[in-house]
C-alpha cells in the first residue's frame, strides 16, 4: 500500500506565491517519475508539471517561467513552487507517483501509479 499526502495549498492573491509538497510513504522500493496534475472546475484534469528520478523536468506552457517543480529522492517528496499565481491557476492540485514495489518490479519497469487525494489552490484577484 502506498500513500501520496499533499500539503501546501490554500487562498492567495494574484501575484502571490505557494508551495505544495507531496509525501510518499508505504511500500516503496524506488519512484521512477513524481508531478503535479490540476484540475479546475468543468476542466479535464491537466499536467502541470513532472520530474523524473534523474531530476529531468516537464512543464505545461502555462506555468513556464512561474512553476518549478523539485523533488528530494531520500525522502519520497515532491515539491511544486507557484510564484506568480494567476486567478486561472486555481484548481485542485493532485500529486502523482509512479511507484515501484521491489527491485523485481523495477528490473521489468512495472510501476504503480498512485495519486493523492488533492489540494486546493485558490487565485483571487
Known amino acids: 500500500q502506498v500513500q501520496l499526502v499533499e500539503s501546501g495549498g490554500g487562498l492567495v492573491q494574484a501575484g502571490g506565491s505557494l508551495r505544495l509538497s507531496c509525501a510518499a510513504s508505504g511500500s516503496i522500493f524506488s519512484i521512477n517519475a513524481m508531478g503535479w496534475y490540476r484540475q479546475a472546475p468543468r476542466k479535464q484534469r491537466e499536467l502541470v508539471a513532472a520530474i523524473t528520478s534523474g531530476g529531468s523536468t516537464n512543464y505545461a506552457d502555462s506555468v513556464k517561467g512561474r512553476f518549478t517543480i523539485s523533488r528530494d529522492n531520500a525522502k519520497n517528496t515532491v515539491y511544486l513552487q507557484m510564484n506568480s499565481l494567476k486567478p486561472e491557476d486555481t484548481a485542485v492540485y493532485y500529486c502523482?507517483?509512479?511507484?515501484?514495489?521491489?527491485?523485481?518490479?523495477?528490473?521489468?519497469?512495472?510501476?504503480?501509479?498512485?495519486w493523492g487525494q488533492g489540494t486546493l489552490v485558490t487565485v483571487s484577484s
Open positions: 502523482n507517483a509512479e511507484v515501484y514495489g521491489s527491485s523485481w518490479y523495477e528490473t521489468l519497469g512495472r510501476y504503480l501509479e498512485v
